[in-house]
């Protein structure tokens, strides 16, 4: 379950995202997990787009996850 992916500002849109999402797959995939959950606000529409870009399906969401009353967003993906 990812909670937490950060990326500098002057390094998004160069693959910096992708890499460390992937690094996670392998990680979790070599360690047994068969599936993988990522979390991230409602507002957050680049994460959104990496999560779906990379084959993540929406899969729910909590209106009371975060202190900010943000809406977390839930999606997942099946592991090979």
């Known amino acids: 379950w990812v ?3 950060v990326v500098a ?3 998004r849109r160069h693959g910096v995202g992708t890499a460390l999402l992937l ?10 997990a068969r599936r993988m959950m990522v979390e991230m606000q409602s507002k ?4 959104i787009r990496l ?3 990379h084959g993540y399906e929406f ?3 909590n209106d009371h996850y ?3 009353q943000d809406v977390a ?3 997942a993906r099946i592991l090979k």
């Open 3 to 5: 909670t937490d992916m």
């Open 9 to 11: 500002p002057e390094m």
């Open 23 to 32: 690094a996670a797959q392998d990680w979790a995939s070599g360690r047994g």
């Open 44 to 47: 957050n529409y680049p994460a």
């Open 51 to 53: 999560a779906q870009k």
């Open 59 to 61: 899969c729910g969401y």
């Open 66 to 68: 975060y202190t900010t």
């Open 73 to 75: 967003l839930f999606f």
